[in-house]
């Protein structure tokens, strides 16, 4: 179950959380900003470093142009074979601008539609949920001796990559039931939990849209009773934050340690 709200200073300073709760336990939160998803390549319509092209089959990526204009010369690496660094140059490759600007002409479109050359997205998109799961909920699940989990209709968590994963970790899925007593045992949870709203309208609203969500059992609906617990605990993480006497940090790396710690 993940709640990704940090709204202070735009996407670029935007801190994104995820964790997983039940009644037995919590997994380990995870956090990531902007920052943390640069990679050293890119799709451009002209040529650059980070460029990726495609010749013979292999996909390189530019780390050097020198000269100018026509007469320029182009180092470029295999992109799979050093993807996140530059590699000595006896592992460089070495064109003039004329064919590698050919080469990327032809493979431009084809490179920008391949799954694995995708730039990553700073929400929580099908990739980061499978790499999020990997790192922190199966462990906590295998720790915690739970072998059950409830889908949800909210994408990134419904879709069939996310079920294969499921399957592959031995985690069955299940749907959500409640009896009429577990049902009243909720609203009385949720007042609980909006009792201390500001505007009494807020109270009314959040109650409603609760408790309506009761009758479409066993249906899980992304506005679910369990998902509303995590609003209630990152709430009080950004007001624990927030109140701190350092005040709210300006460096999104800041901000990300800071709500690990909370």
Not at 107 to 126: G, N
Not at 160 to 172: F, M
Request: proline share 5%; aromatic share 8%; glycine share 4%.
């Amino acid at each position: 179950m993940s709640r990704n709200k940090s709204k202070k200073g735009g996407v670029q300073k935007r801190v994104y959380f995820w964790a997983a709760i039940s009644w037995w336990g919590k997994s380990r939160g995870v956090a990531w900003h902007a920052s943390d998803l640069k990679v050293c390549w890119r799709h451009t319509k002209n040529l650059c470093v980070g460029t990726v092209f495609e010749s013979d089959g292999t996909v390189y990526r530019i780390v050097e142009s020198r000269g100018q204009g026509e007469r320029r010369t182009i180092s470029y690496v295999d992109h799979f074979a050093f993807p996140e660094d530059t590699p000595p140059e006896h592992n460089q490759f070495e064109s003039n601008f004329g064919e590698v600007r050919e080469w990327h002409q032809q493979s431009r479109a084809m490179l920008a539609q391949r799954e694995d050359l995708q730039p990553p997205t700073c929400m929580q998109d099908t990739a980061k949920t499978l790499q999020i799961y990997e790192d922190a909920l199966y462990p906590t699940l295998l720790q915690q001796g739970i072998n059950s989990i409830v889908e949800d209709n909210a994408s990134p968590h419904n879709n069939q990559s996310i079920r294969d994963s499921h399957r592959r970790h031995g985690v069955r899925i299940v749907g959500y039931e409640a009896t009429e007593e577990e049902k009243a045992e909720i609203v009385e949870l949720i007042r609980a939990q909006t009792r201390h709203y500001k505007r009494e309208q807020d109270k009314r609203a959040q109650i409603t849209k609760q408790t309506r969500e009761l009758a479409r059992l066993p249906a899980w609906p992304p506005n679910s009773p369990n998902l509303n617990l995590i609003e209630i605990v990152w709430s009080w993480m950004v007001k624990a934050i927030r109140d701190d006497d350092d005040g709210w940090p300006r460096d999104p790396e800041t901000l990300k340690q800071r709500v690990l710690q909370v």
